[in-house]
């Protein structure tokens, strides 16, 4: 039985921490779920799609009281944003859990339970490298230096050796059935390449893995033993057990586990395919089918993280350009388990000349002509001939590639297939003419054929897109006359001749309309109003504040940045050193203007490399209407004094 066809579909995207706000790289392992989700929907499947939040745990207690919040208080907020995020990007997920919900709680509580009753969990002693200062254990990979210590890779402090009375899971225990279970399934890591990672790492051994802590307060407690936490990992591994029902819905857990698919990140490829079929295998549950590891959305050919500050927000492009460009160019670039730099250019050039140059235009021109040959009704035809019978069995061809592409989460691939037959109905068009037959009335019969073989061929195209391009392609579906709201038909029933001779097409609206370089690149030189309210709004407590180092910088270069108009690329000597520091001033000041000029900088933001030259700092200046006024010191203030 082809893989489309089967009854029940349970996908799941990684839980996203809330100490990060989302950008593009979560946006992407989600976009895939989503376009996955409605593609097996239309194949028939009843689909379960999973996405969430991961709220415990030593990053999130910590980023909460850097921002004097409580980590609940710092969870709502953040989960409010992914959700924002998830309907303006047209996410259809059928649930969205949260770690801290009591019914989550309780179900990772009852399976360490087990687990412990089993003998598989076993209270021990953790030895482990120890910073005090940033409260956790370090990476074992970090080396020992001489004199017995280690150096915390966070802040640089000395770590010491520490021991501490903790829980362990006996992964070493589970080494020959995981090795056992990758064999008999080659398929449960993919791509393939990432299978072989996972093999080899299991082969070099494995060691129990200690799965509470003492030092993190933010997380559930052991039962019976509340001095313990479980670890983050334990916890929110068991989402797509607790997500789908367990211990709470039995009937919703027996139709959906086990999942066909866990979609995460390469970065966490460990955890999703050792340890948790490992916990899964103890726990007497079945094992997903897969674990599909995409790579990674790259900016400067760096992972894109907030740590990092090379983060690109997706509501820049949202606002802008909608929520389909995104998701189309996000599905189309890369082949799903490869890494991609996000360029600008590359965005442009795939909405430009693919979205509104091939497809668009081709939507536009053939409801334009049967509005205006047949007032949007073609009714009278002639015998189909060659190259007519060839674009309809072309048609059946992609339709049938596309399922199988999207089956095998080729999703590159699939839009591939789409883009070359739409070439094949642009060429169909090209070498038929139609418009030159329109002048002549004994051809009008040819001319409906043509007309409606090329409007059958979109309304496949339109329907094979729809799991990617939601939004747009309901719209397109619409403007075909098709009464059956899209979502209602399926790969299996969709059949060229689904468009009805006689069939009344509505007059085109552009669906995606041809965008500037310019544009985008200005939208993302200011800052969101969205994000801007929320700073408004967030309080900072005056240990924050104290934390940050500003300064009276004095201005010893300045040129504009090459290809924008508002960026200026500054040298400020801010008494220490100097430092590069790029400004979206150029609108208002001029070069000249800043040169020998003290403002106001912060010098201890992070780095962010902006259009290709790193800002090691920042100039603070009065925003009006977009536009950046500076308050100038005095001339005789030194260089470097302090600002409070
Ligand atoms: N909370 C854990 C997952 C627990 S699942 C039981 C976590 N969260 S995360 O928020 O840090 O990352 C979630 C996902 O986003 C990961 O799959 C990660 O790979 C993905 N991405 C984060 N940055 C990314 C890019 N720059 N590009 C593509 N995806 C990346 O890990």
């Known amino acids: 039985m082809a893989e489309s066809s089967k009854r029940y579909f349970y996908i799941t995207t990684p839980i996203y921490y809330v100490n990060d706000v989302p950008h593009i790289g979560h946006s992407y392992t989600t976009i895939i779920a989503d376009a996955l989700a409605r593609f097996k929907k239309?194949?028939?499947?009843?689909?379960?799609?999973?996405?969430?939040?991961?709220?415990?745990?030593?990053?999130?207690?910590?980023?909460?009281?850097?921002?004097?919040?409580q980590p609940?208080?710092?969870?709502?907020?953040?989960?409010?944003?992914?959700?924002?995020?998830?309907?303006?990007?047209?996410?259809?997920?059928?649930?969205?859990?949260?770690?801290?919900?009591?019914?989550?709680?309780?179900?990772?509580?009852?399976i360490f339970l087990k687990l412990k009753d089993k003998g598989d969990i076993y209270k021990g002693i953790y030895q482990g490298w120890y910073c005090i200062s940033d409260e956790y254990y370090l990476p074992e990979d970090v080396p020992i230096e001489e004199g017995d210590y280690k150096i915390c890779p966070d802040c640089g402090r000395k770590a010491g050796l520490v021991s501490e009375e903790c829980y362990f899971f006996k992964l070493s225990a589970y080494q020959n059935r995981l090795l056992d279970f990758y064999q008999k399934n080659p398929e449960f890591v993919r791509p393939p390449s990432r299978m072989n990672e996972v093999v080899s790492f299991v082969r070099q051994g494995l060691k129990d893995l200690s799965i509470t802590r003492t030092t993190v307060k933010w997380g559930i407690s052991v039962p019976d033993d509340p001095d313990h936490t479980i670890y983050v990992w334990f916890d929110a591994l068991h989402n797509y057990l607790t997500g789908i029902g367990y211990d709470r819905d039995e009937t919703l857990f027996d139709k959906f586990w086990p999942a066909n698919v866990h979609l995460i990140g390469k970065d966490i490829l460990r955890f999703h395919a050792i340890f948790w079929p490992a916990f899964l295998m103890a726990a007497g549950f079945s094992l997903p089918q897969t674990v599909f590891g995409h790579g990674w959305w790259l900016r400067d050919e760096t992972k894109m993280s907030k740590s990092k500050g090379n983060v690109l927000d997706p509501h820049l492009i949202l606002r802008t350009f909608g929520a389909d460009p995104l998701r189309y160019f996000l599905l189309r670039e890369i082949p799903i388990g490869l890494d991609g730099n996000f360029s600008h250019e590359g965005f442009v050039h795939r909405v430009n000349s693919d979205l509104a140059n091939d497809l668009g235009n081709l939507l536009q021109r053939t409801l334009t002509m049967i509005q205006n040959y047949f007032d949007g009704q073609i009714r009278d035809i002639s015998e189909e001939e060659e190259g007519d019978r060839a674009l309809r069995q072309d048609s059946e061809k992609t339709k049938d590639n596309v399922v199988q592409f999207f089956d095998s989460y080729a999703l590159s691939r699939a839009l591939e297939e789409i883009w070359s037959f739409i070439s094949r109905i642009n060429k169909y068009l090209a070498d038929n003419e139609p418009w030159k037959m329109a002048k002549d009335k004994s051809l009008e019969q040819r001319l409906g054929r043509i007309l409606l073989q090329t409007v059958r061929a979109i309304r496949v195209v339109v329907f094979c897109l729809y799991p990617v391009m939601p939004e747009s392609m309901t719209k397109?579906?619409?403007?075909?006359?098709?009464?059956?709201?899209?979502?209602?038909?399926?790969?299996?029933?969709?059949?060229?001749?689904?468009?009805?001779?006689?069939?009344?097409?509505?007059?085109?609206?552009?669906?995606?309309?041809?965008?500037?370089?310019?544009?985008?690149?200005?939208?993302?030189?200011?800052?969101?109003?969205?994000?801007?309210?929320?700073?408004?709004?967030?309080?900072?407590?005056?240990?924050?504040?104290?934390?940050?180092?500003?300064?009276?910088?004095?201005?010893?270069?300045?040129?504009?940045?090459?290809?924008?108009?508002?960026?200026?690329?500054?040298?400020?000597?801010?008494?220490?050193?100097?430092?590069?520091?790029?400004?979206?001033?150029?609108?208002?000041y001029s070069a000249e203007d800043l040169l020998g000029k003290k403002l106001a900088v912060i010098v201890n933001l992070k780095p962010a490399v902006i259009r290709g030259v790193e800002s090691q700092g920042m100039i603070l200046a009065a925003e009006v209407e977009g536009r950046a006024s500076i308050s100038f010191f005095e001339s005789n203030i030194p260089a470097g004094a302090p600002v409070r």
Request: hydrophobic share 35%.
């Open 42 to 69: 239309l194949a028939g499947a009843e689909v379960f799609f999973l996405t969430g939040t991961d709220e415990h745990g030593q990053k999130v207690e910590r980023a909460a009281s850097e921002k004097g919040l």
């Open 72 to 110: 609940i208080e710092l969870a709502d907020q953040v989960v409010g944003r992914y959700k924002k995020l998830w309907q303006d990007l047209h996410i259809s997920y059928d649930f969205f859990i949260r770690t801290t919900e009591p019914f989550h709680e309780k179900g990772v509580q009852k």
């Open 476 to 588: 397109a579906w619409d403007l075909l006359g098709e009464h059956k709201p899209i979502e209602e038909e399926s790969f299996s029933g969709l059949s060229f001749e689904g468009f009805q001779l006689d069939q009344q097409v509505k007059s085109p609206v552009p669906l995606f309309p041809r965008i500037d370089l310019k544009d985008f690149l200005q939208e993302e030189d200011t800052q969101s109003d969205q994000d801007k309210k929320e700073e408004h709004m967030d309080v900072v407590t005056f240990e924050e504040f104290k934390r940050m180092d500003l300064r009276v910088g004095e201005i010893t270069a300045a040129e504009k940045v090459e290809g924008t108009d508002k960026l200026i690329k500054l040298e400020v000597d801010i008494g220490t050193e100097k430092r590069t520091m790029v400004a979206g001033i150029a609108d208002v």
